[in-house]
């Protein structure tokens, strides 16, 4: 298994097989581990995977735009935890991008475990703040949902510059992706490097 090719965003879920709690915190252990702009680390975690917390959370989150006609995992399809990005503005005015960092480390160690995630970013704040009755200096920033994937996610090429994902008439989710020679600007290789 190579995780960064495990690494997609799994929106459906065995929600009833629960993440353990070492494995959330190993989660958070990567996060805790990788880079920081300026080294501040002005990021804290809120752990979930307590049904009726996150039975509360579901609400305040959306679920695939380009899918017009889902409004997210049905039950049963639901997350079975949760990690809560939050800013501690008390440490810093800003988390630069830290956010991205700290949330792809989160999900490529949650590859390594068997799980799966999705990195939410649209969220209603002031119901998350009032579910888990956060002080004033964290404010929820993003959502990483978690879970035993209960879907197929594939990876197409893009073309045309249609990058929308969508599903199929077996409900495997199609991820469109540009190719490498679209990506890459330029070609400065050394001559003498290897290939």
Not at 28 to 43: D, F, G, K, T
Not at 47 to 59: A, D
Not at 147 to 175: C, F, Q, S
């Amino acid at each position: 298994m190579i995780p960064f090719k495990e690494n997609r965003s799994y929106r459906r879920f065995h929600q009833q097989i629960p993440i353990p709690q070492e494995h959330l915190l190993s989660m958070v252990e990567a996060a805790r581990y990788s880079p920081s702009s300026r080294n501040v680390q002005p990021i804290k975690y809120f752990i979930s995977n307590n049904r009726q917390i996150n039975h509360q959370l579901f609400p305040s989150l959306a679920w695939a735009g380009y899918l017009n006609d889902w409004d997210g995992p049905q039950e049963g399809e639901r997350p079975s935890a949760y990690i809560i990005l939050l800013h501690d503005k008390d440490i810093s005015a800003s988390y630069s991008c830290d956010n991205g960092i700290f949330a792809q480390s989160i999900l490529l160690r949650a590859v390594e475990l068997g799980w799966g995630g999705c990195m939410i970013a649209s969220i209603k704040k002031a119901e998350i703040i009032a579910t888990l009755n956060l002080p004033g200096n964290l404010d929820p920033i993003l959502v990483i949902a978690l879970g035993k994937p209960k879907e197929n996610v594939v990876v197409d090429l893009a073309t045309d510059g249609n990058i929308k994902y969508w599903r199929d008439a077996n409900g495997t989710h199609h991820v469109p992706k540009r190719g490498m020679e679209e990506l890459i600007w330029n070609k400065a290789f050394d001559p003498s490097d290897p290939k």
